[in-house]
């Protein structure tokens, strides 16, 4: 569907459908299967600057917002976990965008935008579920430099 979509909207998407007709559709079954993390599609991905549409221009993005990660993501619905590794990294960099100190986007975005970082989001834990707002997990530095 291309209701209520810029022009930018759906060249993003066609482009989105282009590599998972291309790329992911031929190796999907098999990357689920062996439990493989796509990094090759991820690449792909990367090079066509896909990582970077909801993050700002300041930081080597093109600012184009959450609606534009979505057209990214693709609407194919056999797309299987190779679409929720690439939302996933989408995921990740909002906490740092909306939370993140001025140093910590400078540092972290514009790898991500270029797709040579990869952010994750953790969300599943036993009491929560699915309830981001109800995990409790946090991460300690202990003996060890965070980078």
Known sequence: MNYFLTDEQRVI??????????KVIP??????????????IMKVCADA???GVSIPE?????????????????TEPRLSGVSVSYAAVGLGANPIL???SSEQKKRYLPDIAKGKRLAAFGLTEPDAGSDAGAIR???TA???AMS
Do not use: H, N
């Open 49 to 51: 600057g896909l990582f």
């Open 142 to 144: 202990k003996g060890m």
């Open 58 to 74: 300041e930081y080597g993005g093109s600012e184009e917002g959450a609606r534009e990660l979505c057209c990214g993501r693709g």
């Open 98 to 100: 909306l939370y993140g």
């Open 137 to 139: 997990t946090t991460a």
């Open 27 to 40: 190796v999907r079954q098999e990357l689920d299967e062996k439990e493989e993390f796509p990094w090759e």
């Open 13 to 22: 998407q066609e482009l989105a459908r282009k590599i998972a007709v291309e």
